[in-house]
């Protein structure tokens, strides 16, 4: 798991969310990854095949996956795919109310 990022965060004061979204460049959650904690859209350096969304049941958390402009998934549960079922190259985070759009 790589919590890491999220507890660093915490322990530094910085504004994090409980979630964290990790994109890895191969299937298998293996290769590149690009890992996010907080709010917003964030565009990767490669092209994404797998993912984990960590995230604490009911914390109005949720992950968009997009590729080439365009949605290709959706999760606001924690989840994992070893192969996804679309590329992704593109994630777009948020919590409560926010408009998740790719």
Do not use: K
């Not at 299937?27 to 990854?33: K, L, M, N, R, S």
């Not at 968009?64 to 795919?81: A, H, I, K």
């Amino acid at each position: 798991m790589h919590f890491s990022a999220i507890t660093a965060a915490l322990l530094f004061g910085a504004v994090a969310n409980a979630y964290e979204i990790v994109v890895y460049s191969d299937v298998g959650w293996t290769g590149a990854e690009a890992s996010f904690t907080y709010d917003g859209r964030h565009y990767l350096d490669f092209v994404g095949h797998s993912w984990e969304f960590l995230s604490p049941g009911g914390d109005g958390c949720c992950v968009r996956f997009c590729y080439g402009g365009e949605p290709v998934g959706y999760r606001c549960s924690q989840s994992s795919n070893y192969r996804s079922s679309s590329p992704i190259d593109e994630v777009v985070t948020g919590c409560g109310d926010t408009q998740l759009d790719c």
